[in-house]
């Protein structure tokens, strides 16, 4: 005969999602261009989000490569606004 120890618990996580800025746009100029040749300037206006301030971050793939994040010509990776 086998001897068990049963033994019960209980756990619960709540876990609680920020939502997306809303009401925004994102202009690229110019629309087109020659890679590594072009500068291309990425603007942002009209997000609003309750929890600011908040940070931009944009990033580049090419195929199934691995994204790669663009960097601001002053050198920052993120701008907050």
Request: glycine share 10%.
């Amino acid at each position: 005969m086998n001897d068990v120890n049963v033994s019960l618990g209980y756990a619960e996580v709540t876990v609680e999602a920020n939502s997306a800025p809303t009401g925004g746009s994102i202009t690229v100029l110019p629309s087109s261009g020659v890679q590594l040749n072009t500068t291309f300037e990425i603007s942002t206006a009209g997000w609003q989000d309750n929890d600011e301030p908040f940070s931009y971050r944009f990033w580049y793939k090419v195929g199934n490569d691995a994204a790669v994040p663009l960097t601001s010509v002053s050198g920052q990776d993120s701008i907050e606004g």
